[in-house]
């Protein structure tokens, strides 16, 4: 079931001037409201890439044209982008319905009351439709094409190298994840090694003072009359050694593996640090890619455009 009330919107463009060319013209006035037309929402807006499903368009033909005939358009604006409504839709499928039918922008233009009528040349001494005066306006026009070709290219260029700068930014956020992959895997060891030797070191030093102990406890023990009991100087030995136990001082290997372990940490702290610094300059680059592409979409729609209202009038 359509959306779109077909005698409302013939009844708002009854006096628009393409919408009244179209109507008159029976080669193509039944081409006023297809299936996509009635199946728009009249409280919806579209954006550009929603509006070229409806009129089957390309993206950058949709912009191309809004930018032609942005006065008859008249598109809503957010910020950078276009919002279109039902009848911003409606206009561009007008004006697509005359260009298909050999129709030019300017000759559009002139129908609006926006262009004023062209006086008419030799036909063999035109381009793209409009009247060339004299050398000097061919000149002129040869020079504004070289400095397009020109800027197409540098654009090209600058496309290029921003791709080749992300990739080589993304093949570094590789090498250093697998660098980081491997240094946590070397710090696991080390720590598992510290921690073994550790384990040694106090089941050595537990073990050496066992063998003091029982060796001391063999010896008589002092009384005083030969009755009373001296405090045994093992009794000593026993807390010192036991203090001993608790706090083990760090030997040479303990300080090395400790070490080689804050090292890789600190390797492993810059990397990841370089991995974020990475993807926000990857980021920046997307950024301008994406202001790249619509400038190269705009060189591609104007030629191709060009080419074919060239096309229609040879």
């Given at each position: 079931m359509a959306n779109i009330d077909v005698s409302l919107l013939e009844d708002k463009f009854k006096e628009d001037p393409l919408f009244i060319e179209i109507k008159s013209r029976a080669d193509i006035d039944d081409e006023l409201f297809p299936e996509s037309i009635k199946n728009m929402y009249p409280d919806r807006e579209y954006s550009?890439?929603?509006?070229?499903?409806?009129?089957?368009?390309?993206?950058?033909?949709?912009?191309?044209?809004?930018?032609?005939?942005k006065d008859y358009i008249q598109?809503?604006?957010?910020?950078?982008?276009?919002?279109?409504?039902?009848?911003?839709?409606?206009?561009?499928?007008?004006?697509?319905?005359?260009?298909?039918?050999?129709?030019?922008?300017?000759?559009?233009?002139?129908?609006?009351?926006?262009?004023?009528?062209?006086?008419?040349?030799?036909?063999?001494?035109?381009?793209?439709?409009?009247?060339?005066?004299?050398?000097?306006?061919?000149?002129?026009?040869?020079?504004?094409?070289?400095?397009?070709?020109?800027?197409?290219?540098?654009?090209?260029?600058?496309?290029?190298?921003?791709?080749h700068n992300s990739n080589l930014k993304r093949d570094s956020i590789i090498k250093h994840t697998i660098e980081i992959q491997k240094k946590m895997i070397e710090k696991e060891k080390l720590q598992n090694e510290l921690s073994e030797y550790r384990q040694q070191k106090r089941r050595d030093l537990i073990d050496q003072n066992l063998i003091k102990l029982l060796t001391k406890s063999k010896q008589p023990q002092k009384k005083i009359f030969?009755?009373?009991?001296?405090?045994?100087?093992?009794?000593?030995?026993?807390?010192?050694?036991?203090?001993?136990?608790?706090?083990?001082?760090?030997?040479?290997?303990?300080?090395?593996?400790?070490?080689?372990?804050?090292?890789?940490?600190?390797?492993?702290?810059?990397?990841?640090?370089?991995?974020?610094?990475?993807?926000?300059?990857?980021?920046?680059?997307?950024?301008?890619?994406?202001?790249?592409?619509?400038?190269?979409?705009?060189f591609i729609s104007y030629k191709e455009i060009a080419s074919t209202t060239d096309g229609t009038n040879k």
């Open positions: 550009t890439k929603e509006a070229r499903g409806i009129l089957n368009k390309p993206d950058s033909t949709v912009r191309y044209y809004i930018n032609e005939l598109p809503l604006r957010n910020g950078r982008n276009f919002r279109l409504t039902v009848t911003h839709i409606f206009r561009l499928h007008l004006v697509f319905i005359l260009i298909a039918a050999g129709k030019t922008v300017h000759d559009l233009r002139v129908n609006l009351g926006l262009d004023i009528q062209r006086v008419e040349g030799d036909q063999n001494n035109r381009i793209n439709g409009n009247p060339i005066k004299n050398q000097k306006q061919l000149i002129a026009l040869m020079q504004e094409l070289s400095r397009q070709n020109q800027l197409l290219m540098n654009q090209s260029i600058e496309y290029r190298q921003l791709i030969g009755i009373f009991p001296v405090k045994n100087d093992n009794d000593g030995d026993i807390d010192n050694e036991k203090m001993l136990i608790n706090n083990l001082e760090k030997d040479d290997k303990e300080k090395s593996l400790e070490s080689n372990i804050k090292t890789l940490e600190d390797d492993i702290e810059k990397s990841n640090k370089d991995i974020i610094a990475l993807e926000e300059s990857i980021s920046a680059l997307n950024r301008q890619l994406e202001s790249k592409d619509q400038i190269l979409e705009s």
